[in-house]
């Protein structure tokens, strides 16, 4: 039978002083290195970009936006600048009070001290907490090492805050697309001795703030503070910042910083991020058209059976959501749909949650790319109408299976499209279009999807198959794209429908088409 129907780097030049050196090597006898500055006015350059561009090997760059307040910070050399921190797979949840729980893998760095368990992340309209438990906070670290290079970076525990989910702004490196650093921090001052000392009065306590024009971070002793203690039954480390404001938990990346200089250069980070879910929102009403005939042409008026389709798709980084659809329609449920992340997929029946004209599911998210419901409005009914393509299937004999040729024609503009072949077994998909790649093959079928399609464009498609029985091949049309800012909850109003909310348990960047329903099965 064949069917055509329709249907998506850390430099953290925290910083009062930075001196970045070229470490690059000269050759014997070669001139004297430079020192370049860099300030708002009155030096050698307005920016570090510029600076580093005009060095030369063995130069040092010296960035003066803060010197009145003697905070100093260095940058370990110019690969510092490039450095990604890197980190362990971590899961996070919605704590009770609506604080975010991030989770780390405890094990991964080599200092105690250092090695990130557990992350809480509160905000009220006045501060913002965070607690960043460890495996272990000693009574005494030793502080200004003799093999610590004077003005670098010791230790440091910090939250760094892209405040806009946007990584395209704020600092460009390591920790993308941040603006705001809550930490606690110690530099090495010139001409310290070795001290033992606490966490608390080892280090300095500040907001950072990124200045995007400057490239530097900085920090303004008028506006923002920060208050910090330690909790040593928890091995807990408790930093309060002001000021904040409690929505930045629906609009930002957080990630969890600690460093340990220990000595000669030698970094040691652990990094825990929290990342932003996201998924697809698609609510369709399709239109399938079952046949036997192989040539299906878009001047010819079918019997189509209407079936809608609300799903999410794309889905990242989220364990699960609940799906309200809202109605007043005669509703008729009919399955539910997942597909798994290697590949297999599950139909199954989980009835709705009935509370009035509100239909709820449950839908588990974890390990999959998407989770979805099947149901009808009304009646079962025939519409007709006019497909979107010319399709033509043909199959020839070649030894023992069968070669499955697959032609089709979009007479509109097309955004999308799927094309499914299914038998007892997939031998070899041996043509597609260059528009098209395999999105799954198992052994009894084979997906392949698409980007943009032109109007009027042939494309031929050749599978070879143990006992072909199937072809699909869905089909939607351009209506637009939107991304909403990341959020718990979204709502979405549908034709002929009524709508469609969906929560999840964590901000959720939900991207949707502009306008639903949208797409067709033809």
Same mark, same amino acid.
């Given at each position: 039978?064949? /069917?055509?129907?329709?249907?998506?780097? /850390?430099?953290?030049?925290?910083? @009062?002083?930075?001196?970045?050196?070229?470490?690059?090597?000269?050759? @014997?006898?070669?001139?004297?290195?430079?020192?370049?500055?860099?300030?708002? *006015?009155?030096?050698?350059? #307005?920016?570090?970009?510029?600076?580093?561009?005009?060095? *030369?090997?063995?130069?040092?760059?010296?960035?003066?936006?803060?010197? &009145?307040?003697?905070?100093?910070?260095?940058?370990?050399?110019?690969?510092?600048?490039?450095?990604?921190?890197?980190?362990?797979?971590?899961?996070?949840?919605?704590?009770?009070?609506?604080?975010?729980?991030?989770?780390?893998?405890?094990?991964?760095?080599?200092?105690?001290?250092?090695?990130?368990?557990?992350?809480?992340?509160?905000?009220?309209?006045?501060?913002?907490?965070?607690?960043?438990?460890?495996?272990?906070?000693?009574?005494?670290?030793?502080?200004?090492?003799?093999?610590?290079?004077?003005?670098?970076?010791?230790?440091?525990?910090?939250?760094?805050?892209?405040?806009?989910?946007?990584?395209?702004?704020?600092?460009?490196?390591?920790?993308?697309?941040?603006?705001?650093?809550?930490?606690?921090?110690?530099?090495?001052?010139?001409?310290?001795?070795?001290?033992?000392?606490?966490?608390?009065?080892?280090?300095?306590?500040?907001?950072?703030?990124?200045?995007?024009?400057?490239?530097?971070?900085?920090?303004?002793?008028?506006?923002?503070?920060? %208050?910090?203690?330690?909790?040593?039954?928890?091995?807990?480390?408790?930093?309060?910042?002001?000021?904040?404001?409690?929505?930045?938990?629906?609009?930002?990346?957080? %990630?969890?910083?600690?460093?340990?200089?220990?000595?000669?250069?030698?970094?040691?980070?652990?990094?825990?991020?929290?990342?932003?879910?996201?998924? =697809? +929102?698609?609510?369709?009403?399709?239109?399938?058209?079952?046949?036997?005939? #192989?040539?299906?042409?878009?001047?010819?008026? %079918?019997?189509?059976?209407?079936?809608?389709?609300?799903?999410?798709?794309?889905? =990242?980084?989220?364990?699960?959501?609940?799906?309200?659809?809202?109605?007043?329609?005669?509703?008729?449920?009919?399955?539910?749909?997942?597909?798994?992340?290697?590949?297999?997929?599950?139909?199954?029946?989980?009835?709705?949650?009935?509370?009035?004209?509100?239909?709820?599911?449950?839908?588990?998210? /974890?390990?999959?790319?998407?989770?979805?419901?099947?149901?009808?409005?009304?009646?079962?009914?025939?519409?007709?109408?006019?497909?979107?393509?010319?399709?033509?299937?043909?199959?020839?004999?070649?030894?023992?299976?069968?070669?499955?040729?697959?032609?089709?024609?979009?007479?509109?503009?097309?955004?999308?499209?799927?094309?499914?072949?299914?038998?007892?077994?997939?031998?070899?998909?041996?043509?597609?279009?260059?528009?098209?790649? +395999?999105?799954?093959?198992?052994?009894?079928?084979?997906?392949?999807?698409?980007?943009?399609?032109?109007?009027?464009?042939?494309?031929?498609?050749?599978?070879?198959?143990?006992?072909?029985?199937?072809?699909?091949?869905?089909?939607?049309?351009?209506?637009?794209?939107?991304?909403?800012?990341? *959020?718990?909850?979204?709502?979405?109003?549908?034709?002929?429908?009524?709508?469609?909310?969906?929560?999840?348990?964590?901000?959720?960047?939900? &991207?949707?088409?502009?306008?639903?329903?949208?797409?067709?099965?033809?």
């Amino acid at each position: 039978m064949i /069917k055509a129907n329709s249907g998506l780097g /850390k430099r953290v030049l925290t910083a @009062a002083l930075v001196v970045l050196f070229f470490t690059a090597f000269t050759a @014997a006898g070669a001139s004297a290195a430079d020192t370049i500055t860099v300030c708002s *006015s009155g030096c050698d350059y #307005t920016t570090i970009q510029a600076a580093v561009d005009a060095a *030369s090997a063995g130069d040092a760059i010296v960035a003066i936006p803060y010197m &009145e307040k003697a905070e100093r910070v260095v940058a370990q050399d110019l690969n510092y600048t490039t450095s990604y921190v890197t980190g362990n797979q971590i899961n996070f949840s919605k704590g009770v009070n609506g604080d975010l729980v991030i989770n780390d893998s405890i094990g991964d760095v080599a200092y105690d001290f250092i090695d990130i368990k557990q992350g809480i992340i509160s905000v009220n309209d006045i501060n913002l907490t965070v607690r960043i438990q460890l495996v272990n906070i000693p009574h005494q670290l030793l502080f200004d090492k003799t093999n610590v290079t004077d003005w670098y970076e010791e230790y440091e525990w910090a939250l760094y805050i892209d405040i806009d989910g946007n990584t395209s702004t704020g600092c460009p490196y390591t920790t993308v697309g941040t603006e705001y650093a809550i930490s606690c921090r110690h530099f090495k001052s010139p001409d310290s001795i070795p001290h033992y000392d606490s966490l608390i009065n080892g280090t300095q306590r500040n907001v950072w703030v990124y200045n995007s024009s400057g490239e530097y971070w900085h920090t303004d002793y008028g506006i923002y503070e920060v %208050y910090a203690n330690v909790d040593y039954d928890t091995n807990t480390l408790t930093m309060v910042g002001t000021p904040f404001n409690s929505t930045i938990l629906n609009t930002s990346k957080f %990630y969890i910083v600690t460093c340990y200089n220990s000595g000669d250069h030698s970094f040691e980070r652990d990094f825990a991020a929290l990342p932003v879910p996201k998924s =697809e +929102i698609h609510v369709h009403k399709k239109e399938y058209l079952s046949t036997y005939d #192989t040539y299906i042409d878009h001047n010819k008026i %079918y019997d189509f059976t209407p079936r809608w389709t609300a799903n999410v798709w794309d889905v =990242e980084n989220l364990n699960n959501v609940t799906y309200t659809i809202t109605t007043s329609k005669n509703f008729t449920y009919i399955d539910n749909y997942e597909r798994y992340q290697n590949g297999t997929e599950n139909t199954f029946i989980l009835p709705p949650t009935i509370e009035g004209q509100n239909y709820i599911w449950a839908l588990p998210l /974890k390990d999959r790319i998407g989770s979805g419901i099947s149901f009808v409005l009304g009646s079962s009914q025939t519409v007709q109408d006019n497909p979107w393509a010319d399709m033509e299937v043909n199959t020839t004999n070649e030894g023992d299976y069968t070669r499955v040729n697959v032609t089709f024609k979009p007479v509109i503009p097309l955004d999308w499209c799927n094309l499914q072949v299914r038998g007892d077994q997939i031998i070899d998909v041996s043509a597609y279009p260059p528009e098209f790649f +395999i999105d799954a093959l198992t052994s009894s079928y084979v997906e392949l999807d698409s980007g943009d399609l032109n109007q009027d464009q042939v494309y031929n498609f050749s599978v070879l198959v143990d006992n072909p029985n199937e072809v699909n091949l869905w089909l939607d049309a351009t209506f637009g794209w939107e991304v909403e800012s990341p *959020s718990d909850i979204i709502t979405l109003a549908i034709a002929e429908l009524g709508g469609v909310t969906v929560n999840a348990d964590v901000p959720v960047i939900w &991207e949707h088409t502009s306008t639903l329903p949208q797409g067709c099965i033809t």
